[in-house]
T-cell receptor
Framework: QQQVKQSPQSLIVQKGGISIINCAYE??????FPWYQQFPGKGPALLIA?????SEKKEGRFTISFNKSAKQFSLHIMDSQPGDSATYFC????????????FGQGTILTVHP | EAQVTQNPRYLITVTGKKLTVTCSQN?????MSWYRQDPGLGLRQIYY???????DKGDVPEGYKVSRKEKRNFPLILESPSPNQTSLYFC?????????????FGNGTRLTVT
């Protein structure tokens, strides 16, 4: 069962554009929603995370938008750069089990110069 | 340097030949976990461990074994590998019980079973 569904599978954006990746979850007990970034040959690394008590969190060019009623959250990358080209994973977990993340399918982002 | 170290990085083996992928972390983390990454399926958890001698199944445990005899090490064992276990494997760790602690991943082991 795929508890976190991520789309699109791949995304091509021009430099300076906005990249948007969407995720939907099923388990209403999830209360921690991180995004991980993975470069080729490397393991994923935490990029940004949000809890459902806020609707938006921004860190530099990266913003998470969260819609609790729709059980959806998304990652927005403003002014996308070629260095942002990577695979992005959304994830979800319950506070009671911090390390037990359920990941989405991943999105391969390519930013053209 | 704080890190999770996996070995080997690449492994090609044949069906049925037992293998072990090692994982070690130097951050004194309680929680460790194994994931496999497959195209279109994302990262799926195989096994996890909340501390020494405490392990539990993740979402796709069939065909795998783990052990946690020491806090720093969490090896993944495939006793009789099959081609459907061809995948990219990641070990990860985090401190248990600390809110919003990120998972620290190793750089992966690419396994091919022929």
């Amino acid at each position: 069962q795929q508890q976190v569904k991520q789309s699109p599978q791949s995304l091509i954006v021009q430099k300076g554009g906005i990249s948007i990746i969407n995720c939907a979850y099923e388990n209403t007990a999830f209360d921690y929603f991180p995004w991980y970034q993975q470069f080729p040959g490397k393991g994923p690394a935490l990029l940004i995370a949000i809890r459902p008590d806020v609707s938006e969190k921004k860190e530099g060019r990266f913003t998470i938008s969260f819609n609790k009623s729709a059980k959806q959250f998304s990652l927005h990358i403003m002014d996308s750069q070629p260095g942002d080209s990577a695979t992005y994973f959304c994830a979800a977990s319950m506070t009671a089990s911090y390390g037990k993340l359920t990941f989405g399918q991943g999105t391969i982002l390519t930013v053209h110069p | 340097e704080a890190q999770v170290t996996q070995n080997p990085r690449y492994l090609i083996t044949v069906t049925g030949k037992k293998l072990t992928v090692t994982c070690s972390q130097n951050m004194n983390h309680e929680y460790m976990s194994w994931y496999r990454q497959d195209p279109g399926l994302g990262l799926r958890q195989i096994y996890y461990s909340m501390n020494v001698e405490v392990t539990d199944k993740g979402d796709v445990p069939e065909g795998y074994k783990v052990s946690r005899k020491e806090k720093r090490n969490f090896p993944l064992i495939l006793e009789s590998p099959s081609p459907n276990q061809t995948s990219l494997y990641f070990c990860a760790s985090s401190p248990w019980g600390q809110e919003s602690s990120p998972l620290h991943f190793g750089n992966g082991t690419r396994l091919t079973v022929t």
